[in-house]
């Protein structure tokens, strides 16, 4: 079970206060060269400084211990953040490619040396970055989305310098334009990624890594239990599964073994630590807890 913690917040503020630092060397160097993939960068990047932003309050938040009206505490901010987050990549992602497009039909002059210095600056603060988040990523969606925003701008650094290179060479500037337009369409699916995850976690969907229909033949397969109905898995926040179900067996005798070996089940194979079963004895209506 991922628990929210003091490590992920340490993680995500020395991320945020390296995007933060580098974002205005990047911006000034977008304007002082007139290239758009440099400043399509710099707009990734501002998007990262809001997006750690929300991500940090949303850990914050999330660290806070559970009371008896609000059992899980406050854990599910941190998939609204990841919802917020995933909305503003998408707007930032339809920007880009607008402008790329403008770019493309009306292509202008870039100074493609000072671009690469700063795009080659950039990439280096995005690889900390992104490093710095990878672990804390695999545990939380929220974090995931802050590590999706600085994978982005990473990209966006790297088509920068690929974008730099070639009119250095060449001397056409059409390649910025188009090195925009190639890293705006690369991040749609893992932006799409994460809003698809993070929606059905606040739909209460089944969560993708737990199968319900294995869910079902498993207990099933518990001793003791006939039948299983009104079964429904889904999550609080990322790695938290939650269960409820009726367990049907011949006799209520057995009902304490067959909550106990359920249980067990359940958390060793599917890793659903709040589990609520209801023990019913054919058609009558007992609960054992």
């Known amino acids: 079970m991922h628990m929210v913690t003091q490590g992920d917040r340490r993680t995500l503020s020395l991320v945020l206060i390296l995007t933060a630092t580098y974002l205005s060397v990047e ?7 007139n290239s758009l993939a440099l400043l399509s960068d710099a707009g990734h990047m501002v998007s990262d400084v809001g997006g750690l932003a929300i991500s940090l309050i949303a850990v914050t938040l999330a660290c806070r211990p559970s009371t008896p009206e609000r059992p899980f505490g406050l854990r599910r901010v941190e998939i609204l953040a990841a919802l917020v987050n995933g909305v503003i990549l998408i707007g930032i992602d339809i920007f880009i490619i607008y402008e790329a497009y403008q770019r493309f039909l009306s292509p202008q002059p870039v100074q493609s040396l000072g671009m690469l210095s700063v795009a080659v600056g950039g990439l280096v603060i995005n690889a900390i970055g992104a490093r710095i988040l990878s672990r804390a990523s695999k545990r939380s969606l929220n974090v995931r989305s802050a590590f999706l925003h600085v994978i982005s ?3 966006g650094s790297m088509g920068a310098i690929v974008a730099g290179i070639l009119m250095f060479l060449t001397g056409i ?3 910025d334009a188009l090195a925009s337009f190639l890293i705006g369409i690369i991040m749609i699916p893992s932006i799409w990624a994460v809003l698809k995850e993070s929606s059905n976690i606040l739909l209460e969907s089944c969560p993708s890594g737990v199968g319900i229909y294995m869910v079902k033949n498993e207990l099933k397969n518990v001793q003791g239990v006939k039948d299983v109905h009104d079964l429904h898995v889904w999550s609080i926040s990322s790695g938290i599964y ?3 179900v009726h367990l049907v067996v011949d006799s209520l005798t057995q009902g304490t073994e067959v909550l106990r070996n359920a249980k067990q089940m359940l958390e060793d194979q599917f890793k659903i630590n709040h589990a609520t079963i209801q023990i019913e004895e054919h058609c ?6």
Do not use: K, M, P, R
Request: hydrophobic share 55%; no cysteine.
């Open 27 to 33: 911006v000034a160097g977008g304007l002082l060269s």
């Open 284 to 289: 009558i209506d007992e609960i054992v807890h």
């Open 173 to 175: 500037y059409v390649f």
């Open 153 to 155: 701008d990473a990209l």
């Open 242 to 244: 939650s269960l409820s």
